[in-house]
């Protein structure tokens, strides 16, 4: 069994509960209320410009100079989809919003700074690879079992797309050579890290579903 396989299968139960969470039931039926959909798209805007930050740190940190390029490139598009974000949702959405942050947001950017900062390479990119292969994924089912029209249509269409496709392969590639090679500590740890990004991914959209805001 490749270790992305194995990657998978313990985040499975979390996989599941987001594929059923109301705010991609929603988006697949096109029933989002707009207002949930803008601030989303908002903590997404503010979660891209981190993540391409943990991209690029963890690139600086593999072992060959195809993977810093991969990843390089990561950074980039992700900084590209934030910039597309700003020029066609926020304009035609005419999102302002100033609030920073929800909980939700806050708390998946910063563990994915600090993994890429201060852990291995192999657990830096367990951490990442959530952020691809969820998506992809969940782009997926969304995709094929869309109530059409929609009106967040070109959302699904970006994320069920070819080239996010590659990406998605491409980070698929890197962690399991990772995973054959790491020793079975290391694995483990990678593990760990891909399962409790997936549980931020999990909490990202519950957030955004609930409007979260800070208690105080
Ligand atoms: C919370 C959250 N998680 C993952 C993505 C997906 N995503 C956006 S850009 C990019 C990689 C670019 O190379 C990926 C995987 C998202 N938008 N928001």
Redesign the pocket.
């Known amino acids: 069994m490749k270790f992305t396989e194995q990657l998978w299968n313990a985040a499975l139960p979390v996989y599941e509960k987001i594929q059923a969470h109301p705010f991609n039931e929603e988006l697949k039926t096109g029933t989002l209320p707009v207002e949930t959909f803008k601030f989303y798209i908002y903590q997404?805007s503010l979660?891209?410009a981190d993540?391409a930050k943990a991209?690029a740190v963890a690139g600086t940190r593999s072992s060959t100079r195809e993977e810093l390029l991969e990843f390089l490139?990561?950074?980039q598009?992700?900084i590209l989809?934030e910039r597309a974000l700003h020029e066609s949702y926020f304009a035609a959405y005419n999102i302002d919003f100033t609030s920073g942050k929800a909980p939700g947001c806050f708390a998946?950017t910063n563990y994915l700074l600090a993994t890429s900062t201060f852990e291995s390479y192999e657990v830096a990119v367990a951490a990442l690879l959530p952020?691809?292969w969820?998506?992809k994924r969940v782009g997926d089912f969304i995709y094929a079992n869309q109530t059409t029209p929609n009106p967040y249509q070109n959302w699904i269409d970006a994320?069920a797309g070819e080239e996010?496709g590659v990406?998605?392969n491409k980070a698929l590639a890197i962690c399991d050579r990772l995973g054959e090679q790491a020793s079975e500590t290391v694995r483990n740890r990678m593990v760990e890290a891909y399962l409790t990004s997936s549980r931020l991914?999990y909490s990202?959209w519950d957030s955004a579903y609930r409007l979260e805001s800070w208690p105080v």
């Open positions: 997404d979660y891209l993540f991209l490139q990561f950074a598009n992700a989809v998946y952020c691809f969820i998506y994320y996010f990406a998605v991914e990202f």
